[in-house]
T-cell receptor, first 111, second 114 residues
Framework: GENVEQHPSTLSVQEGDSAVIKCTYS??????FPWYKQELGKGPQLIID?????GEKKDQRIAVTLNKTAKHFSLHITETQPEDSAVYFC??????????FGTGTKLQVIP | ETGVTQTPRHLVMGMTNKKSLKCEQH?????MYWYKQSAKKPLELMFV???????ENNSVPSRFSPECPNSSHLFLHLHTLQPEDSALYLC?????????????FGSGTRLTVV
């Protein structure tokens, strides 16, 4: 099965700074790379995803970059705001693979 | 509202009780999932349904019994649970089963077994 590692496990940044979370996976057949955000008391919410034929995708303050050769992809959040505080999960997958979620990164944005 | 609704939001049950968790989606998705989320553990896949047919039972104890009467509804029937089963139970749906699709999660049921 897919081996997924996510780093760091916790991250504190000052409001306005950038945050980067990295996800490393093992299965070269993976071709779908989403990031989920889970706020307190809620289920995970898909915030951005990328497919293997694209290297980078942006949506306002968030972006995802993919390095298929090195088997990792990253979530970038710029101009962080307190409402970005949450736990973030990666979940690489593809084809008929089960989806394996990363262990999560707790992001704290300090006002 | 996420599009996937779970009830109840909170549940406290004794080890001899029988209860059911309900999940409902009206997104037109064909696949539905049950996940268990415990503190300091990754999300654990429990069951997968594709078009009302169970396609995965991830070695889940028989005290958890899923039911999918139609593509919009999913239940998790609970009986004779143990305290270690206390966790957040999440339902999700996706357009198709397995990879290549993003999941839409419900807000979960916080279960406490006493």
């Amino acid at each position: 099965g897919e081996n997924v590692e996510q780093h760091p496990s916790t991250l504190s940044v000052q409001e306005g700074d950038s945050a980067v979370i990295k996800c490393t996976y093992s299965d070269s057949a993976s071709n779908y790379f989403p990031w989920y955000k889970q706020e307190l008391g809620k289920g995970p919410q898909l915030i951005i995803d990328i497919r293997s034929n694209v290297g980078e995708k942006k949506d306002q303050r968030i972006a995802v970059t993919l390095n298929k050769t090195a088997k990792h992809f990253s979530l970038h959040i710029t101009e962080t705001q307190p409402e970005d505080s949450a736990v973030y999960f990666c979940a690489p997958s593809g084809g008929y693979q089960k989806v394996t979620f990363g262990t999560g990164t707790k992001l704290q944005v300090i006002p | 509202e996420t599009g996937v609704t779970q009830t109840p939001r909170h549940l406290v049950m004794g080890m001899t009780n029988k209860k059911s968790l309900k999940c409902e989606q009206h997104l037109g998705h064909n696949a539905m999932y049950w996940y268990k989320q415990s503190a300091k553990k990754p999300l654990e896949l429990m069951f997968v349904y594709s078009l009302e047919e169970r396609v995965e039972n991830n070695s889940v104890p028989s005290r958890f019994s899923p039911e999918c009467p139609n593509s919009s509804h999913l239940f998790l029937h609970l009986h004779t649970l143990q305290p270690e089963d206390s966790a957040l139970y999440l339902c999700a749906s996706s357009p198709g089963v397995w990879g290549n699709y993003g999941y839409t999660f419900g807000s979960g049921t916080r279960l406490t077994v006493v």
